[in-house]
Structure formats: structure tokens, C-alpha cells
């Protein structure tokens, strides 16, 4: 009975001092990953600082023409400008609401009909073999040239700019949707396949989850091209927006405000790529994290 009660305060003993091990192995990674965060916070602040303190200081000294360049400092008072006072086109607030709207209008319609074409030529062979010219030929064409042919079918208001967008977009989301199909593992459609799943079960369980991967991938990108769509519509022709601006302060040899607006842009456009991941992790839920994911990036 002395022996055996031994043995189990042993098995005790090292039960607790592997629960130890795992809790300081667990503390040590949380150190690990705050240090790493923190670094790479200070990487990136290093870099915006230097970014914008050479740029100040090149244009002061005289080496980059602050005419053409502009500098930071005009940048930050064109900022104040437009958010306190007219642009001649209606308040900042007016033209970033019209430009968001074209482009998110853009974004939802070309990313569900890219979706829905790259699964259903990726997942249809003979389907895609049919079309496969016919669509290489269409995003062949330059965008300028369509953002031209909607402003004359269209007129100068959301919907062209909205329709260009669209078409950027969905060649990206359609190309990822259609490889992503032809990626997935076909050991595992045929394993289900025999266990009596039908086609539209094989799609629903298989092949849509396995390419969503590569289609929330597209989305980062396609967003961007959205703004562009929306942004390069508006410089060519329109009422409002903000390539409205920046077109009218391209021609008043005002690259202070190019700049302004460019951030305005750039700001909307990393919260929406913030949205995206976080719909990329709820989406993606199942799926292994990845490094930077993993390292709390």
C-alpha cells in the first residue's frame, strides 16, 4: 500500500510539474509575441517618421521641389482646409460619401458576380473552355477606355463610376474564384462523391469552402481596385467626389491637396481592409492560422 501510494503523489507530481512546464512554455510565447508586436509597431513608426521628416526636409533644403512635391506640413494645412471649409464642390463630407458609395457599390457587385462566374466556369470545363477567349478579350481592354464609354452611356453620376469599379473588381475576385476551384484536392471530391453527395452538395461542402481561401485573398486587393475605379471616374468626369478634387486641384498646380485627398483615401481604405480581415476570420475560422496570424500581427 506504501508503494502504491508512492507511485500516484509521482504520477501526482509530475502531473503538476508538466501543468507548470506548459504554463511558463505559454507565458513565454506571450513574451514573445508582445516583443515581437512591439517591434514591429516601432518598425513602422520609424519608417513614417523618416518618410515624412526627410520628405520636410528635403523640400526645405531645396532638393525636392516642394512646387511639385509638395511637403508635409502643406499637406496637414490642406487637410484643415478641407475639413473646415468648402471645396467648391460641396463639403469633404459630401464628396467621400460619393466616392464611397461608388466604390462599395463596385466592390459588392463585382465581387458576387466574379464569385459566382470563377465558380461556375472553375467547377464546368466545357463552360470555360467556351469562354476563356472571350474573357481574356474583355480584360484586355484598357479601363480608361470603359470609364469613357460609361460616362457617355451613363452620364456623370454614381452609376458609371460605380459600373467601372465593378468590372476592376471582378476580373480579380473571378480569376481567384476560378484557380481556387481548380485547386481543390480531387482525392477529396472523389471520397465524396462516393459517399452519395450530390454536385450541388460536392459545391456547398467541398469545393466553395476550399476556394474561399483564395477568394477572400482576392477581396484585399479587389477593394483597392475599387477605390481606383471609383477615384479614376471621377478625374475624367464628374459632380462630386474625390477625384472631382483632386482633378481640380491638379489643374491649380496643388499637389498639397492631391496629397490631402490621397490620404483621406488611403485612411477609408485601411478600415475597410480591416473589415475584410476581420470577415476573413470569421469566414475562415476553420482554417489554421497562419505566421503572421500566429504571431499577432
Known amino acids: 500500500m506504501s508503494g502504491s501510494g508512492v507511485t500516484v503523489e509521482l504520477i ?63 499637406i496637414w494645412q490642406s487637410l484643415v482646409t478641407l475639413f473646415t471649409q468648402d471645396t ?23 465581387t458576387l458576380a466574379g464569385i459566382l462566374f470563377g465558380l461556375l466556369l472553375g467547377m464546368n470545363g466545357y463552360l470555360a473552355d467556351v469562354l476563356s477567349p ?18 457617355v452611356a451613363f452620364g456623370l453620376g454614381i452609376f458609371p463610376k460605380a459600373l467601372l469599379a465593378g468590372v476592376l473588381v471582378f476580373f480579380v475576385v473571378f480569376f481567384n474564384a476560378f484557380q481556387g476551384v481548380r485547386e481543390v484536392d480531387r482525392n477529396l471530391v472523389a471520397n465524396v462523391r462516393v459517399l452519395g453527395a450530390s454536385p450541388l452538395g460536392v459545391a456547398r461542402h467541398v469545393t466553395v469552402p476550399s476556394a474561399m481561401t483564395w477568394i477572400i485573398a482576392s477581396m484585399h486587393t479587389a477593394f483597392g481596385f475599387a477605390i481606383i475605379g471609383a477615384l479614376v471616374s471621377e478625374v475624367i468626369g464628374a459632380q462630386h467626389g474625390i ?55
Open 12 to 74: 501526482n507530481g509530475l502531473a503538476d510539474l508538466n501543468q507548470v512546464t506548459e504554463a511558463a512554455l505559454q507565458a513565454s510565447a506571450r513574451r514573445t509575441r508582445s516583443r515581437r508586436r512591439a517591434l514591429v509597431w516601432l518598425g513602422r513608426v520609424a519608417v513614417i517618421v523618416i518618410v515624412i521628416g526627410g520628405w520636410q526636409w528635403f523640400t526645405e533644403v531645396g532638393w525636392v521641389d516642394k512646387f511639385f512635391f509638395g511637403q508635409p506640413t502643406g
Open 134 to 151: 472571350y474573357i481574356k478579350i474583355v480584360n484586355s481592354i484598357p479601363r480608361i477606355i470603359l470609364a469613357s464609354i460609361f460616362m
Open 243 to 297: 477625384g472631382l478634387i483632386i482633378s481640380h486641384a491638379q489643374g491649380s498646380f496643388d499637389p498639397d491637396t492631391v496629397f490631402a485627398c490621397m490620404v483621406i483615401v488611403a485612411a477609408f481604405t485601411l478600415l475597410a481592409e480591416y473589415l475584410i480581415g476581420l470577415l476573413e476570420r470569421a469566414v475562415l475560422k476553420w482554417r489554421p492560422p497562419v505566421r503572421s496570424e500566429a504571431a499577432g500581427i
Open 88 to 110: 467648391g464642390f460641396g463639403t469633404i463630407w459630401e464628396n467621400l460619401w460619393v466616392t464611397i458609395q461608388e466604390a462599395l457599390y463596385g466592390f459588392l457587385g463585382g
